[in-house]
């Protein structure tokens, strides 16, 4: 069965740790699309649930996905149709039951080291062996909430470099992970 | 002998393969400066030779490495404080010399496969054997120049996955290569 990935922009904390929705960033749609399409996710779920930001996501997908965005630039466009803008995470859930049957497995992502961390090795194979959908979830703003984190199936191990230094971008960090899981090497 | 990188707006091609100058994207900054710091990365050169958008690139830098940026953020600020904006790549090789006594290695990225090219194993193990630097280079646009390539001393594989499509952004494909050549696993 197939990886889904989803974006969230609640619930995630800001910089003071208040759980708060976070604003729409158009490039988060394109590069995680581009890298989702690479690494052969079968869907990328935008989670944001202020109605006007939900408006504009679903306004720049429809241009891509039914506007002039396919002869504009296919490539992009071969991306972009794998979008769906939803307002709640139990609506990208719910989409991929419909469409493979079963309920995916929840995976959290996050820049912090958790004791039930598992590893890129252990979540390739459990997607390799199980029977049924892997959704990956990366948080903007500063993070996926601790609520969410516990809620969910698998928590992944942080991504890390040679230095102490954990700030990387969603845009980055999910494109790493999709690399460390499905990348050619 | 350190790592750098460096992202060329000019000279690459775009969508009609003609040479040109980009534009200055502002999150091209953030993102691989904050990839650059996970990875140990040196000094990020923002190549730029476009006079309003260098000045652009410099008011933006100047906020962040002398400004109020550091209290605003400090964890961008240590990012952002590797970063260097130039109007050309042998600006960027200038600088290097200048800090480290020797002229980089210069190392072209690309979604094609050449030839030449090296895989990452290879140019990770010439990066800890050889007694100098290496400035790894992104194109933005539609890629480096076919010229450009050519004069580098080493053109590093392509990054893949499981599909067939190769259209990453670059802040992905900078963030995936940082992370095959120097992260933990």
Known sequence: MGVYVSLIHYPVYNREKKVVATSLTTLDIHDIARSSRTYGVKGYYLVQPIENHLWLARKLLSFWQKGHGKEYNPKRWEALKLVKAVPGIEDAIADIEKLEGKKP????????????????????????????????????????????????????EPVCGPTDYNHLSVRSAASIILDRLFGLR
């Open 105 to 156: 497995y929840i995976v959290a992502t996050s820049a912090k080291r958790y004791d039930r961390a598992v590893s890129f090795e252990t979540l390739r194979s459990k997607i390799e062996m199980e029977n049924a959908p892997f959704l990956i979830c990366f948080g903007t703003g500063w993070g996926l909430t601790e609520e969410f984190i516990e809620s969910s199936d698998f928590v992944l």
